[in-house]
């Protein structure tokens, strides 16, 4: 079995050269659009950290609830919360573009504005800044944390195994709290606040479902990557069907708060809330409206339905690309209308796209390398190489 993952120069250079094409991108994008540049921005930038704390979200969780089936996959979520102490220097650039993304940045717009001077005392830039450092401190203190008990369970005797998987599981459920708490207050501030004069109080619970269910997504694909460059032998149609599970619940309970916060909007029909729908079924945004709902909801709930296709791997994997799409979709929808407001997909989306997806890969990749692929330490890992119902 092999356990020791190797980075080959080839992946390094495609990765690398994608992350050139995403500097430049932005280098120019600044100059020429900077408005639409910083847009696009924020996008890429809460897509992929939406994705490692959604992989760090399923880790805690298989922590606390002592899940036997996924252990033998855990370098996975690990790798991928890797990923945080990256997004957090990118997010704190993105102080130089507040006057771009937020109407509530600009004194003068305050000035006179009922609704921004009552928000003022949460919504402004200090404050605004110290949120994204104390969320972030957060993030990356837990991550570390995480990673060095797993890590330490590999070269720990008998007795201390137990006493590193109970502590883990301690920090996972005092980290799943913290985690709900400052993802939440960075949804509101990050892309909520782009509409200042809006509110939904299902909008965090629905971006923090979306983070889950596209983090378990991709960290399925990596798992299935892997699997078929000969890592985790061991992968059998049970694993897929644990794997296809996640992501066909999620994109049911995603489904859902979709469709609360639309039915409650539309139906109390309040001009202060219905005006953020109101701008969405203009002319081509309408497609990207039902769009986002038919490849987030509708095709890995019918495709997956079936217990035959969710325990087939290419089935799944058609899945999970649609729902990486859709959660772009999702994202460009809550983004885009409020700051440029123009429905237009050019160089600066793709070249930032291929950016980030480069730099995703390579530190995930590299995280990866840099431990035992199989956790030899964990207690339940024979129950997940052996696993059955």
Same mark, same amino acid.
């Given at each position: ?5 190797? *980075?080959? !120069? ?18 120019? #994008?600044? =100059?020429?659009?900077?408005?639409? !540049? ?6 890429? $930038? ?8 959604? #992989? ?8 606390? +609830? ?35 993304? &937020? ?16 928000? +003022?005392?949460?919504? $402004? ?32 005797? $008998?007795? $201390?195994?137990?006493? /590193? ?13 913290? =985690?709900?708490?400052? =993802?939440? @207050?960075? !949804? ?20 923090? *479902? ?5 983090? *378990?997504?991709?960290? !399925? ?9 000969? &890592? @985790? ?9 644990? @794997?296809?599970? &996640? ?14 916060? =639309?039915?409650?909007?539309?139906? #109390? ?19 990207? @409206?039902?769009?986002?709902? #038919? /490849? ?5 709930? %019918? ?24 959660? &772009? ?13 123009? %429905? ?46």
């Amino acid at each position: 079995m092999k356990e020791q993952l190797t *980075v080959s !120069t080839p992946f390094r250079i495609i990765t690398l050269a994608l992350i050139l094409v995403g500097i430049f991108t932005f280098i120019a #994008g600044l =100059f020429s659009d900077p408005q639409r !540049t910083w847009a696009n921005y924020l996008i890429v $930038n809460y897509y992929f950290l939406s994705l490692a704390m959604g #992989g760090a979200f399923f880790f805690v969780l298989q922590s606390i +609830s002592q899940s036997g089936w996924s252990s033998a996959f855990k370098r996975v979520p690990e790798a991928m919360m890797a990923y945080i102490p990256f997004a957090a220097v990118f997010f704190l650039i993105l102080y130089f573009g507040l006057h771009d993304l &937020y109407h509530w940045s600009h004194s003068e717009a305050v000035a006179g504005d009922h609704v921004l001077e009552h928000k +003022s005392a949460f919504l $402004n830039i200090p404050f605004f800044m110290i949120r994204m450092i104390i969320c972030f401190a957060l993030w990356i203190l837990f991550a570390r944390i995480l990673r060095r008990l797993s890590l330490h369970e590999d070269v720990a005797d $008998n007795d $201390n195994v137990m006493v /590193l998987f109970n502590k883990s599981e301690l920090f996972s459920k005092i980290f799943i709290f913290i =985690f709900a708490i400052t =993802f939440s @207050f960075t !949804t509101f501030d990050w892309i909520m606040s782009i509409d200042a004069h809006w509110y939904s109080t299902i909008f965090a619970l629905k971006n923090m *479902v979306a983070a889950f269910l596209h983090g *378990v997504s991709v960290l !399925t694909f990596i798992v299935f990557i892997l699997y078929r460059k000969g &890592y @985790f032998p061991f992968l059998n149609k049970y694993h897929l069907h644990d @794997f296809s599970r &996640y992501v066909f619940i999620l994109s049911i309970v995603w489904g859902y708060f979709w469709f609360a916060q =639309f039915m409650i909007i539309w139906y #109390g029909n309040i001009p202060e809330e219905t005006i953020y729908y109101y701008v969405r079924w203009q002319e081509g945004w309408k497609v990207l @409206f039902f769009l986002e709902i #038919g /490849l987030n909801w509708a095709i890995p709930f %019918l495709v997956l339905l079936p217990v035959k296709s969710g325990r087939n791997m290419t089935v799944i994997t058609v899945v999970i690309l649609f729902l990486i799409i859709g959660q &772009y979709i999702d994202l460009f929808v809550q983004v885009i209308p409020g700051t440029t407001g123009l %429905l237009r997909f050019g160089w600066i989306e793709a070249g930032l796209i291929l950016g980030y997806t480069g730099l995703f890969a390579l530190v995930v990749v590299t995280a990866l390398s840099k431990a035992r692929l199989i956790p030899s330490g964990h207690p339940y890992l024979e129950e997940s190489l052996n696993h059955r119902f």
